[in-house]
């Protein structure tokens, strides 16, 4: 059980475009699912908190006109990439977290933007 | 503020050598402590976690981390290690029941044969 499925797990793209990722619970509802990055070499930083059914908390100096977030069900969070440039090339990866289930230590397999 | 150290940022170790990763950190309140294990562009593995009771955790793969709280410690160890290991190993803390990670910088170990 606790499976979290992210999807692409590798995409590029053209400076400009956005690029849709989603993170689905396969087995139990997540409330709540985290979206963090990873820059080459460096550790996990937390983007945003997604919460079902509202908007997503952001952390300081991520913006979120750029990095939109919708959790419209307890199983899928999306976070859209919007006219992505070469520095927002890095690793994606999603969590969730504060189950009904118990499950919150499970992460995606993320997903690697490059953007060209 | 909460905050992950990992002293260590490269550790090269001899197959079949013992392993220990440090970590500490910065929480007000009992943390939930984490262990993660992560290979060359892949995603998270959870190696062990503590959240209460027994403070020393086994996890898969033969390794056992110790929570001490008087050192704000939770160092992972490994009485023999495989080439396999060979990884970068993240500690993260959260707080308790939101699962919102701080995450350590990393230690990456090499294994030589």
């Known amino acids: 059980g606790a499976v979290v499925s992210q999807h692409p797990s590798r995409v590029i793209c053209k400076s400009g475009t956005s690029v849709k990722i989603e993170c689905r619970s396969l087995?139990?509802?997540?409330?709540?699912m985290f979206w963090y990055r990873q820059f080459p070499k460096q550790s996990l930083m937390l983007m945003a908190t997604?919460?079902?059914?509202?908007?997503?908390?952001?952390e300081q100096g991520v913006e979120k006109d750029k990095f939109l977030i919708n959790h419209a069900s307890l199983t899928l969070s999306t976070l859209t990439v919007t006219s992505a440039h070469p520095e927002d090339s890095s690793f994606y990866i999603c969590?969730?977290?504060?189950?009904?289930?118990?499950?919150?230590?499970?992460f995606g397999s993320g997903t690697r933007l490059t953007v060209v | 503020a909460q905050s992950v150290t990992q002293p260590d940022i490269h550790i090269t170790v001899s197959e079949g050598a013992s392993l220990e990763l440090r970590c500490n950190y910065s929480?007000?309140?009992?943390?939930?402590l984490f262990w993660y294990v992560q290979s060359p562009g892949q995603g998270l593995q959870l190696l062990l976690k503590?959240?209460?009771?027994?403070?020393l955790v086994q996890g898969i793969k033969g390794f056992e981390a110790e929570f001490k709280r008087s050192q704000s410690s939770f160092n992972l160890r490994k009485p023999s290690v495989h080439w396999s290991d060979a990884a970068e190993y993240f500690c993260?803390?959260?707080?308790?029941?939101?699962?919102?990670?701080?995450f350590g910088t990393g230690t990456r170990l090499k294994v030589l044969a």
């Open positions: 929480y007000g309140a009992t943390p939930y």
């Open positions: 503590y959240f209460s009771g027994d403070t």
């Open positions: 993260a803390v959260a707080s308790g029941g939101t699962y919102k990670y701080i």
């Open positions: 969590s969730a977290g504060g189950t009904r289930g118990g499950y919150g230590y499970t």
């Open positions: 087995d139990f509802q997540a409330t709540t």
């Open positions: 997604s919460n079902e059914g509202s908007k997503a908390t952001y």
